[in-house]
Nanobody
Framework: QVQLRESGGGLVQAGASLRLSCTAS????????MGWFRQAPGQDREIVAG????????YYADSVKGRFTISRDNAKKMVYLQMNSLESEDTAVYYC????????????????????WGQGTQVTVSS
């Protein structure tokens, strides 16, 4: 059983930065593709970013390209989301996700690809 735990959310002003962290336990972390999704009130969940098993490949939603960076540390079993130049539209609950059956260089981009989800961490950006 894989468990994911997010941290690092909070309330910030527009233009500020936050770094989300996700700790994984269970399974073999370096065999997981990882990602971040978010869901704002009244909206569908959407992928924010994804990263393949060894960190060589990444994927970003158009809305966050150039502002957010996903990274991972396989030795620590952690994945990060550095969020810069935050906007009020980034306000959402952010979820860490894992695809435990990922092919090495694949970065899954849809919710159905991911097998495990964390509980989520709230990010609120005030304008």
């Amino acid at each position: 059983q894989v468990q994911l735990r997010e941290s690092g959310g909070g309330l910030v002003q527009a233009g500020a930065s936050l770094r989300l962290s996700c700790t994984a336990s269970g399974g073999t972390f370096n065999r997981f593709a990882m990602g971040w999704f978010r869901q704002a009130p009244g909206q569908d969940r959407e992928i924010v970013a994804g990263i393949n098993r060894n960190g060589a490949n990444t994927y970003y939603a158009d809305s966050v390209k150039g502002r957010f960076t996903i990274s991972r540390d396989n030795a620590k079993k952690m994945v990060y989301l550095q969020m810069n130049s935050l906007e009020s539209e980034d306000t959402a609950v952010y979820y860490c996700v894992a695809d435990v059956n990922a092919i090495l260089y694949t970065v899954p981009a849809t919710a159905n690809d991911y097998d495990y989800w964390g509980q989520g961490t709230q990010v609120t950006v005030s304008s």
